[in-house]
T-cell receptor
Framework: AQSVTQLDSHVSVSEGTPVLLRCNYS??????LFWYVQHPNKGLQLLLK??????LVKGINGFEAEFKKSETSFHLTKPSAHMSDAAEYFC???????????FGAGTRLTVKP | GAVVSQHPSWVICKSGTSVKIECRSL??????MFWYRQFPKQSLMLMAT?????????EQGVEKDKFLINHASLTLSTLTVTSAHPEDSSFYIC??????????FGPGTRLTVL
């Protein structure tokens, strides 16, 4: 069965510094991987997705993630954090045409002024 | 892009009553929709898969008689929490696959059972 592990429950960075949110996955087959962001009391927003094309995936708002099969990782990065990036981030893995999505526990990103 | 709506966005009810939550795909049809539950400060957990015209498929540990799902049309799935109790208080989120099977999530419904 597929699953994801988000290695940090909480990450705190200063505005303008890089962001790294870590995610490791487990899957018997070639997975699709996603990062979603959830702002307080808001719905989930797709940041980016990997579906076996380019291993470096660029998403919205300056985020990107790199699929590393050898490390079974799909870490999310951003060169420079903005205050508006403060939110909960979920790493998600799916099989079967994206109809069976399994969420990680989430990482809360705090951005300090 | 594809839009999924949920109604209501929040609801407060008394213990023992039933609450219905609607999930609609506004600009596309969905033969399948998914229902998730998210407890405070926790991740989303898949509860069930809603199938248009047939029975829903429930994840292990989810009571099908308590969480009734009806997918009566290609744009609407409903989740009814029957005889709600305080422990059912949670954030309920639905999703539906649109083009290229990309999942689109609704904004969620916050249920508080007193």
């Amino acid at each position: 069965a597929q699953s994801v592990t988000q290695l940090d429950s909480h990450v705190s960075v200063s505005e303008g510094t890089p962001v790294l949110l870590r995610c490791n996955y487990s899957s018997s087959y070639s997975p699709s991987l996603f990062w979603y962001v959830q702002h307080p009391n808001k719905g989930l927003q797709l940041l980016l997705k990997y579906t076996s094309a380019a291993t470096l995936v660029k998403g919205i708002n300056g985020f990107e993630a790199e699929f590393k099969k050898s490390e079974t990782s799909f870490h999310l990065t951003k060169p420079s954090a903005h205050m508006s990036d403060a939110a909960e981030y979920f790493c998600v893995v799916s099989l079967y045409n994206n109809n069976d999505m399994r969420f990680g526990a989430g990482t809360r990103l705090t951005v300090k002024p | 892009g594809a839009v999924v709506s949920q109604h209501p966005s929040w609801v407060i009810c008394k213990s023992g009553t039933s609450v219905k939550i609607e999930c609609r795909s506004l600009d596309f049809q969905a033969t399948t929709m998914f229902w998730y539950r998210q407890f405070p400060k926790q991740s989303l957990m898949l509860m069930a898969t809603s199938n248009e015209g047939s029975k829903a498929t429930y994840e292990q540990g989810v009571e099908k008689d308590k969480f009734l799902i009806n997918h009566a049309s290609l744009t609407l799935s409903t989740l009814t929490v029957t005889s709600a109790h305080p422990e059912d208080s949670s954030f309920y989120i639905c999703s539906a696959p649109a083009r290229y099977n990309e999942q689109f999530f609704g904004p969620g419904t916050r249920l508080t059972v007193l």
